[in-house]
């Protein structure tokens, strides 16, 4: 045979393997800059394109607005725009509860978790549901005041609508970037590139970052195109390298970030290698440091290396502290499962935005508190639809040296079960922010749970008697410093009166768009001599506050670091004066909407008061 045709047939074996490459690749949509493949990838135009607004707001984590309107809400979201083109503060528009970084700044705030990726910063969701499946070709976002908080847009392979949910749900990103500082306030539409996937969908989910704001972020509606049909693709490869080849063979054995996490904990073949390299001769201690940078995809990662790593990834001092909030959308029973014999020595645990649409069951949920609680001190679940009766009652049971509880914004938790929090009697810290907590309940966890130092009731629209609930926390709670009480609808100068009398160590209060409160009443003013520790005040939309209540203010709380009396018409910039002249660490004062406030009060102050941020919105 004439040597031509082996060395043919080899050539048509390469030919062949860089095809199937480029089709794996087509088939992801994947454009990689990293690689050595260029391509020019684009989709021919054989479906007529559908636009579409969403149809419904499934779910979010927070808004600015109340429950029981559509002022500054998600809901908003929902059909064609309200606002846009136009800019400005509208009320029409959806908004998140917090911007900035005052909040990471105050008595409440929480330590972060280790590990954290640094490619997932969002703090903030949204779902949106659209009338048609389709073949995402792009996603508009309206954006009308203080745009860029958008981080990542993602698709999900379930139907909402559907009569038979599917076996399996996916999640995929087609659009992510880290927060990027936007110049001016202007609305704009934000129309980012995104990822083609391989699924149709109708589900949407917006996740945001506000911390490079300088206000709220303001959207008014998100427009989906696609097509129903998969779009063909049209190839044009121009250099392939074989060393890509051995990587994506790599990528699709491993998988990457959490995709095969469940597979890679459950991993027990090691490759034998003759030694460990120098590992071995490192001290246990030094390893173990060392291992604690590493997120939990890489720990699993490095666990398939040799025997000595993976001692070290599973031992459960490495899973003291665990965040599970990156990798939400691959978190499920099969993962707790696996995690069991590594985590029977944590004590923060975050399980935020995971389990949802049945990733997590609540006899999953249950089996690992039953191994991993008894340690635990803090317990991350906000916006935890998984979460029943049951669940509350085996945190109750399981985890008795529990401190912190976070279920911001479950709101699929029945009144009745918060009355399991009660036997929690080392409770610290509580959120039940938009939650169905009741009243009953309620009482009997601020009778009990003594030691308590940061409470959120905000948007509890459950609670009939707010002056009730004020009155046995100044009985029960002396420990309390910080409480927020955002949007509660009833409580009175009798309320204030019962909680500054006996919770004197409160060093935040958050009373913003509490309408029956009346600065005739004294109320303001009993707060500020009785509260002389006050380093955060929010009395956002009280229209009463006055003169008199700023200048007690500046002669009781000079420790007052931020201060919100947005929508006030009585105060004068007089008082202002006085307030940044006495407390020296003031950083924030939202004099938005202030009618004696205007913009040449506030570029007087800003300039004799450099180092205090004086917002002032306003609408066009």
């Known amino acids: 045979m004439s040597p031509v045709f082996p060395m043919l047939t080899v050539l048509s074996m390469f030919y062949y393997m860089c095809l199937r490459r480029r089709a794996r690749t087509a088939t992801r949509g994947e454009m990689n800059s990293r690689r050595a493949i260029e391509s020019n990838t684009r989709a021919l135009p054989i479906n007529v394109e559908i636009v579409q607004y969403a149809k419904e707001v499934l779910d979010f984590s927070s808004h600015y607005g109340s429950e029981n309107s559509m002022s500054y809400t998600m809901w908003n979201l929902a059909g064609i725009p309200n606002v846009y083109p136009s800019s400005g503060d509208f009320t029409q528009t959806a908004v998140f ?6 909040w990471d700044r ?4 929480r ?3 280790k590990r954290t990726p640094p490619t997932f910063c969002s703090q903030d969701y949204v779902e949106l549901a659209f009338e048609e499946p389709v073949y995402p070709t792009a996603v508009h976002i309206l954006e009308t005041y203080h745009p860029g908080a958008v981080v990542r847009i993602l698709a999900c392979s379930a139907n909402p609508y559907s009569q038979n949910p599917p076996a399996e749900v996916r999640w995929e990103i087609l659009w992510s970037e880290a927060p990027a500082k936007v110049n001016g306030p202007q609305a704009r539409q934000f129309t980012p590139c995104i990822k083609q996937v391989n699924f149709p969908t109708n589900l949407i989910r917006l996740e945001v970052n506000s911390s490079l704001l300088d206000y709220y972020t303001e959207l008014d509606a998100v427009v989906l195109h696609g097509v129903k049909e998969r779009p063909v693709l049209s190839l044009k490869t121009s250099m392939i ?9 790599d990528e699709e054995k491993y998988g990457c970030g959490m995709d095969t996490l469940n597979k890679q904990f459950s991993i027990v073949t090691l490759r034998e290698w003759p030694t460990n390299g120098y590992f071995d001769k490192l001290p246990y201690e030094l390893i173990q440091l060392i291992l604690s940078h590493l997120t939990v995809p890489d720990l699993c990662r490095l666990a398939q290396t040799c025997k000595l790593l993976y001692q070290h990834c ?3 001092l490495q899973y003291i502290h665990l965040s599970l909030q990156p990798y939400w959308a691959r978190i499920n029973d099969t993962s707790l499962e696996y995690l069991q014999s590594r985590c029977t020595l944590i004590q923060w645990l975050n399980l935020s ?4 649409r049945g990733a997590i069951s609540v006899s999953g949920f249950s089996r690992f508190l039953k191994v991993c609680g008894s340690e635990l001190v803090r317990l991350e679940l906000s916006c935890g639809h998984f979460l029943n009766e049951t669940c509350l009652e085996v945190i109750t049971e399981m985890c008795p040296n529990l401190q912190e509880l976070n279920l911001s914004s479950c709101d699929k938790i029945p009144p ?3 009355n399991h929090i009660a036997k929690v009697g080392s409770l610290k810290r509580l959120i039940l922010y938009r939650t169905k907590v009741e009243q009953t309940a309620l009482l009997s966890i601020l009778n009990f749970c003594s030691e308590l130092q940061h409470l959120s009731l905000g948007s509890c629209v459950m609670i009939e008697d707010y002056d009730l609930i004020a009155s046995m926390m100044g009985a029960k709670c002396k420990k309390l410093r910080s409480l927020d009480l955002w949007r509660c609808k009833n409580i009175t100068e009798s309320g204030i009166a019962e909680l500054a009398s006996g919770c004197q160590l409160l060093e935040e209060l958050d009373l913003g768009w509490c309408p029956t409160l009346q600065s005739s009443t004294g109320c303001f003013t009993n707060l500020a001599r009785k509260l002389p520790n006050l380093q955060k005040l929010f009395l956002t939309a009280n229209r009463s506050v006055c003169d008199t209540d700023i200048e007690e203010l500046a002669a009781n709380c000079t420790r007052l670091r931020q201060l919100d009396i947005l929508g006030t018409r009585m105060v004068s910039p007089a008082s202002l004066r006085k307030l940044l002249e006495s407390c020296k660490d003031l950083s924030l004062l939202d004099v938005s909407f202030c009618s004696q406030i205007d913009n040449r009060v506030v570029l007087e102050l800003n300039a004799n008061f450099p180092n205090v941020f004086i917002k002032k919105s306003f609408t066009q």
């Open 416 to 418: 009745q079960a918060f």
């Open 241 to 249: 390298d074989m060393n890509d080849i051995d990587e994506d063979e």
């Open 314 to 316: 599973c031992d459960p």
């Open 106 to 109: 105050c008595p409440s705030a």
């Open 111 to 113: 330590l972060p978790f």
């Open 353 to 356: 935005w995971t389990g949802n």
């Open 97 to 102: 509860r917090t911007y900035g970084t005052w």
